[in-house]
């Protein structure tokens, strides 16, 4: 059973704080790696993908992957009330048949003005 | 991003009917597209792979007479819900896989709101 593994949340962090997000997964063989956020009612938008050990920086946010440990995390810098969200970690998982991407169950997370 | 385009964005019928709802990328050629539904408050859960030229792959628990999935060309794919009860009211969200990505990126379409009565 593959499985991407988040909290829940909610995660309330200020206005100006940096918000980290945190995601496990168990397929050690997995090679592409996703963040995806999520405004309620609406479908999620693609944030940011990484494929290699260590950080990857894109404006405000950062993905840090470590495969080793089987862990992703994102980190938004000056998180914004806009930012107030859910942030789905998504895994490519490849088998003999097809190639598709888990999602986790998504971590809500909250900016307080 | 590539851009993937969902349509209707919204449904309401009667419990009964069938509905179509189409997903279509606009930038690439899209082999491998997918299927999701979305209760209110939980996650994507990932119904079935939609594969251009061949039958589309369901998740276990997902009944394929229920869900009919054709994905006759490289940009269109198409999910029919047959005879829709009120328990099929759900958020449906497809996705195509951009081929030009390096890491297999899956892009959505907006989504459609089905509500059945």
């Known amino acids: 059973q593959k499985e991407v593994e988040q909290n829940s949340g909610p995660l309330s962090v200020p206005e100006g704080a940096i918000a980290s997000l945190n995601c496990t997964y168990s397929d050690r063989g997995s090679q592409s790696f996703f963040w995806y956020r999520q405004y309620s009612g609406k479908s999620p938008e693609l944030i940011m993908s990484?494929?290699?050990?260590g950080d990857k920086e894109d404006g405000r946010f950062t993905a840090q992957l470590n495969k080793a440990s089987q862990y992703v995390s994102l980190l938004i810098r000056d998180s914004q009330p806009s930012d107030s969200a859910t942030y789905l970690c998504?895994?490519?998982?490849?088998?003999?048949?097809?190639?598709?991407?888990?999602f986790g169950s998504g971590t809500r997370l909250s900016i307080r003005p | 991003g590539a851009v993937v385009s969902q349509h209707p964005s919204r449904v309401i019928c009667k419990s009964g009917t069938s509905v179509k709802i189409e997903c279509r990328s606009l930038?690439?050629?899209?082999?491998?597209m997918f299927w999701y539904r979305q209760f209110p408050k939980q996650s994507l859960m990932l119904m079935a792979t939609?594969?251009?030229?061949?039958?589309?792959?369901?998740e276990q628990g997902v009944e394929k007479d229920k869900f009919l999935i054709n994905h006759a060309s490289l940009t269109l794919s198409t999910l029919t819900v047959t005879s829709a009860h009120p328990e099929d009211s759900s958020f449906y969200i497809c996705s195509a896989r951009d081929p030009r990505s390096a890491g297999n990126i899956q892009y959505f379409g907006a989504g459609t709101r089905l509500s059945v009565l």
């Open positions: 998504a895994v490519n998982w490849d088998d003999s048949s097809a190639s598709k991407i888990i």
């Open positions: 930038d690439f050629q899209a082999t491998t």
């Open positions: 990484i494929y290699s050990n």
């Open positions: 939609s594969n251009e030229g061949s039958k589309a792959t369901y």
